[in-house]
């Protein structure tokens, strides 16, 4: 027999063992205070949300005082004015609806109320070149006596125009 080509020796094939269960153990032993890390940052997290204070209630009201038709006049950051409409329809802490932008009503999406503020957004198309392009338009508002102060916020970056609404009053 050719030596080193024979039969490995019970004594080379756990000294091979041990060697690979060191190498396994080396590569465990840095892994596992990153897992428990990871593991604790994950409990530390859904703690955290769960946690968090409720939102401020609703002022009494509120609710009754933003339903209904409003109405203000916009100037545009290109010059442009009009006379836009918004419908209100709350329900608890949400807000449903439709929101005019340039003349077209839009649905109120995400609409919420905290307090006496309320915030929603409204998606449109805009075509330019031949290319249609779905734009946002972010709206925030802050209810008070009669009147809905509200900010227009676009997904361009473009600065934010106000608008001072007031209540549409229903026609006998």
Known sequence: MIPGLGKKTAIEESAWKIELRQRLLRRLVWKLPLIALLVSFAI?????????????????????AIAGTWSGEVTYSWGAKYTEQ?????????????????????????????????????????????TTRTRWNRYEGKVSGTGIRLRILDDKGNPPVEIALSKVQAKP
């Open 44 to 64: 530390w997290w859904q703690w955290s949300r769960n946690s968090e204070p409720p939102p401020p209630a609703q002022t009494p009201g509120v609710a009754a």
């Open 86 to 130: 918004f419908f209100l329809q709350p329900e608890g802490d949400r807000l449903f609806g439709t929101a005019m932008f340039l003349q077209s009503k839009r649905g109120i999406e995400d609409g919420k109320i905290t307090g006496e503020t309320i915030s929603f957004q409204a998606q449109f198309e805009e075509v330019s070149d031949g």
